[in-house]
């Protein structure tokens, strides 16, 4: 009896080993919304596809691209930068800056989200959205933000880029 008594025991004590074991620790910190758009956002050279701007299709934007950069922290700054169309110089006029630091103006939800480029006089909001996987949306309306290459014209009103990856 003392046997079975022990044997029993042992089972036992090695049974809640194993259970203990297998218990995980607490899951990690699931990330914000803005830390999984950030990480979106850098995860690729974004081309661009289409421009629309305040008089309809605008092609003189063809070979430019868009690069997002940041390690995420609340209530962060990041920066984008961005190549020249083809040719290597920017349009003229242009609603567009070459680079410009950024932050999101408040908690986002896939697949649209706004950011604040605080580069732009005044600071600019633009909506961002995930069209599909492949395809970024940015919509911004220019409002007497007057830069180009010399910061000498404006360009005003509804302006779309689609980007690809």
């Not at 922290?73 to 242009?94: E, I, L, R």
């Not at 408040?106 to 697949?111: E, F, G, Q, V, Y």
Request: aromatic share 12%.
């Amino acid at each position: 009896m003392k046997h079975l008594s022990r044997i029993l025991s042992l089972l036992i004590l090695v049974s809640a080993g194993l259970f203990l074991a297998n218990c995980k620790g607490n899951d990690p910190k699931p990330k914000s919304e803005e830390e999984t758009q950030l990480n979106k956002l850098k995860a690729n050279v974004w081309k661009i596809s289409t421009v629309d701007g305040p008089n309809g299709n605008v092609t003189t934007f063809a070979g430019m691209t868009v690069t997002f950069s940041g390690v995420y922290k609340q209530d962060g700054v990041y920066s984008y930068t961005s190549t020249p169309p083809t040719g290597s110089t920017w349009p003229s006029p242009n609603p567009w800056k070459a680079s410009s630091p950024w932050k999101f103006t408040s908690a986002s939800s896939a697949p649209t989200f706004t950011i604040l480029a605080t580069d732009y006089e005044p600071d600019l909001p633009m909506t961002l959205t995930f069209v599909d996987s492949g395809t970024l949306q940015i919509k911004f309306k220019s409002e007497g933000q007057t830069f180009t290459n010399g910061r000498t014209n404006s360009v005003n009103g509804e302006w779309t880029f689609v980007f690809k990856k």
